[in-house]
């Protein structure tokens, strides 16, 4: 990620509406939540999660998938990774702090399901 995209990912977390669904997002996993499931965990009106989820998406923290009538929300985990790698770079006293990050690195440890490509 570069500056802009940081200060982009940053923002959209800095409300609390919008870091409530990333939470639950990323509570949810790869397979995400769809927008009334999303709604009804996070007790918000239909246009106001719209705005919301599309600041998330567009931040790139947030993925969007169609599935018929009906759009799925999941979070970016690499874009995660990315964001905590940035924020973490150097971060004890000028050392090298990526194994802090690696340790925890939620698109290595949550992996997405596999498909089953028959």
Known sequence: MD??????????????TRLR????????G???????AI??????APATLSFHLKTLT???LVVARNEGRFIRYSAHYE??????R???????????????VDGVDPARLCPPPETNQT
């Open 21 to 28: 669904i990333f939470r639950l997002l990323i509570r949810a």
């Open 86 to 100: 940035y924020l973490t770079d150097h971060c004890c006293g000028g050392l090298d702090c990526q194994h802090i």
């Open 39 to 44: 709604a009804e965990q996070i007790a918000a």
């Open 79 to 84: 874009a995660m990774t990315a964001l905590l």
């Open 3 to 16: 500056e802009t995209q940081i200060i982009s990912a940053l923002a959209a977390l800095a409300q609390e």
């Open 58 to 60: 567009q931040s790139g």
């Open 30 to 36: 790869h397979d995400g939540l769809v927008v009334h």
